[in-house]
C-alpha cells in the first residue's frame, strides 16, 4: 500500500514538472508573439540585432523574422506534446487514486475487528 502510495506521488511529482514546462513554454510562446508583431511595425529597412551572448550582432530582418516563425512553430508543438504528457498523467493519476480508494475500502472493511 505505501509503495503504491510513493508511485501516487512521484506521478504527482512528473504532473506538476510538466505543468512547470508548460507554462515556461507559454511564457516563451507570448515573448515571441511579441516580438512578431514588433516586426510588424518595422520598415523593412530597418536594422534588426541579434543577441550572441552579450554582443548584438546585425541579422537580416527577413532571416531574424524567419527564425521567429520558426522559434513559434517549435514553442506550439512543444506545448501540444507538454498537454498530451499531462492529460496522460492526469489519467495515469486518477486510475491510481482509484486503486488507492479500492484498497483503502477492502482493508477498512478487512481489518481487526471485522
Given at each position: 500500500?505505501?509503495?503504491?502510495?510513493?508511485?501516487?506521488?512521484?506521478?504527482?511529482?512528473?504532473?506538476?514538472?510538466?505543468?512547470?514546462?508548460?507554462?515556461?513554454?507559454?511564457?516563451?510562446?507570448?515573448?515571441?508573439?511579441?516580438?512578431?508583431?514588433?516586426?510588424?511595425?518595422?520598415?523593412?529597412?530597418?536594422?534588426?540585432?541579434?543577441?550572441?551572448?552579450?554582443?548584438?550582432?546585425?541579422?537580416?530582418?527577413?532571416?531574424?523574422?524567419?527564425?521567429?516563425?520558426k522559434r513559434l512553430e517549435f514553442i506550439e508543438t512543444e506545448i501540444t506534446r507538454?498537454?498530451?504528457?499531462?492529460?496522460?498523467?492526469?489519467?495515469?493519476?486518477?486510475?491510481?487514486?482509484?486503486?488507492?480508494?479500492?484498497?483503502?475500502?477492502?482493508?477498512?472493511?478487512?481489518?481487526?475487528?471485522?
Amino acid at each position: 500500500m505505501s509503495e503504491l502510495g510513493a508511485k501516487y506521488q512521484q506521478l504527482q511529482n512528473e504532473l506538476e514538472e510538466f505543468i512547470v514546462a508548460r507554462q515556461k513554454l507559454e511564457t516563451q510562446l507570448q515573448e515571441n508573439k511579441i516580438v512578431n508583431e514588433e516586426f510588424d511595425q518595422l520598415e523593412e529597412d530597418t536594422p534588426v540585432y541579434k543577441l550572441t551572448g552579450n554582443v548584438l550582432l546585425p541579422v537580416e530582418q527577413s532571416e531574424a523574422r524567419t527564425n521567429v516563425d520558426k522559434r513559434l512553430e517549435f514553442i506550439e508543438t512543444e506545448i501540444t506534446r507538454c498537454e498530451k504528457n499531462i492529460r496522460d498523467k492526469q489519467e495515469e493519476l486518477e486510475k491510481m487514486r482509484s486503486e488507492l480508494i479500492k484498497l483503502n475500502n477492502t482493508a477498512a472493511s478487512t481489518g481487526p475487528g471485522r
